[in-house]
């Protein structure tokens, strides 16, 4: 579906400043037998709103597409993602003083390990996720999930039959859903008449500064930032009150929104809005250098690799992120360069990666198949997947970190 409208103001005064090429979804692994069929690839492109400034693809994938029983992303596979959403649970539970009474609803949950947090802090918990996989093992897990997209019909049924929510958290899911009217609904009929919602999300002015591009890709349908958040947030009788900032995903805001006048508004909501106006976040010029930058890294890698393959050295990739999908189709990374690509995730070893085909498989590989450099495609998880193959490092192994700028270590 073609986007011809703001997400957040609702403005048609929108300008596309990046195009990434044509890409299929980015978790969409293939089977060895999908291999024989067309692969669909659809346009992926960024358009800034010259009204409110928010950022957000041109094209909409469908979601059932995007989340079906295909969907492979696992939370928190490493242990610092575990850790990052064990913080969160206990900070939440303190700070707003949560007890075995309140109810919190995670939308999309995932395999629920937020929300398992969340139970070992004493609150109830509920998940709402589309994917089936996913759902099926929070689950198994114990984690009540309700395999649907959250919306105000999907609010109502849970007010129901659970009670209001004290709490409603939607991590790295805010910025994929494309109906936002439709979600803030949900928000207000569930949520209790001093609760809380928070997302957490890549923050925007990362993404710009740190030119981390391959964030991109079909799920993520915005890219957030404080300035047009608050207005749209009005728009529901809803303000943000607080904000963290979080070192995961190259780079997050943790942002806390309840109806306006209820707690106070801490001032880094204004030291934010600062920073966003210094560093020139909504202009075209900032935006246009951004892309111009992307395409020049799209060079510097091809040439490094080509370097290597030269010299004779067998590359392979390590880890499947679905930014590591957007990089590898944006910059035509292949068969012809790497040798695999290497994983953790059993839901995604055994398959072919999306667009490019390259078969995923354990990380032991690396030294069976002595590989020279492995291209470290989760670099934002970088210091504990080196140090976790460290016997690679060891039998001489290096690897490349594409991002930022591409460079090489161990």
């Known amino acids: 579906m073609v986007v011809t409208n703001c997400r957040m103001c609702k403005s048609t005064s929108l300008i596309k400043y990046l195009d990434l090429g044509f890409t299929p979804a980015a978790d969409d692994f293939l089977t060895k037998e999908r291999l024989q069929y067309p692969e ?29 029983k295909d969907y492979v992303y696992e939370m928190s ?35 629920g390990v937020l929300l398992d947090e969340f139970s070992n802090n004493g609150v109830k918990v509920l998940g709402v996720d589309p994917a089936p996989t ?20 999907v609010a109502k049924e849970i007010l129901q039959k659970k ?12 910025a994929h859903i494309n109906d936002l009217d439709e979600l803030m609904k949900g928000v207000n009929v569930l949520l209790k008449d001093d609760g809380i919602f928070i997302f957490e999300s890549p923050y925007f002015v990362n993404l710009i500064e740190r030119l981390e591009y391959d964030t991109i890709y079909h799920e993520h349908l915005s890219y957030l930032s404080v300035k047009p958040l608050i207005d749209f947030f009005k728009c529901f009788g809803m303000e943000i009150f607080f904000i963290e900032e979080k070192d995961i995903h190259g780079g997050s805001f943790r942002v806390y929104i309840d109806r306006i006048g209820n707690r106070p508004i801490s001032g880094i909501v204004d ?5 966003e106006e210094e560093a020139n976040l909504y202009s075209l010029i900032t935006l246009n250098r951004f892309a111009k930058n992307v395409s020049q890294n799209r060079q510097q890698l091809h040439e490094l690799l080509a370097d290597l393959k030269r010299n004779n050295k067998k590359i392979a990739a390590v880890s499947a992120p679905a930014k590591g999908m957007t990089l590898l189709n944006y910059c ?13 995730s059993q839901l995604k070893i055994g398959k072919f990666t999306p667009g490019m085909h390259l078969p995923v498989v354990p990380d032991s590989e690396l030294i069976s198949k002595k590989i020279d450099y492995a291209l470290l495609l989760a670099w934002n998880f970088a210091d504990e997947i080196m140090s976790n193959l460290k016997a690679y490092t060891e039998a001489g192994g290096k690897f490349i970190i594409p991002i930022p700028e591409p460079r090489i270590v161990g």
């Open 40 to 68: 669909t690839h659809y346009p992926l492109e960024v358009f800034v709103c010259q009204d409110c400034g928010q950022s957000q693809l041109g094209y909409v994938v469908p979601a059932d597409v995007l989340f079906g």
């Open 77 to 111: 596979i490493t242990a610092a993602g575990k850790k990052h959403w064990a913080e969160f649970a206990a900070y939440v539970s303190k700070r707003f003083k949560l007890g075995t009474k309140d109810l919190v609803v995670d939308i999309g949950s995932n395999v």
């Open 134 to 153: 996913l759902a099926k093992i929070a689950n198994d897990n114990g984690i009540d999930t309700i395999c649907n997209f959250f919306g105000l019909r």
């Open 163 to 174: 009670g209001p929510a004290s709490v409603i958290t939607g991590t790295n899911v805010f």
């Open 271 to 275: 030291k934010l809005l600062k920073r």
């Open 332 to 344: 035509k990374i292949g068969s012809e360069t790497l040798e695999f690509v290497t994983e953790k």
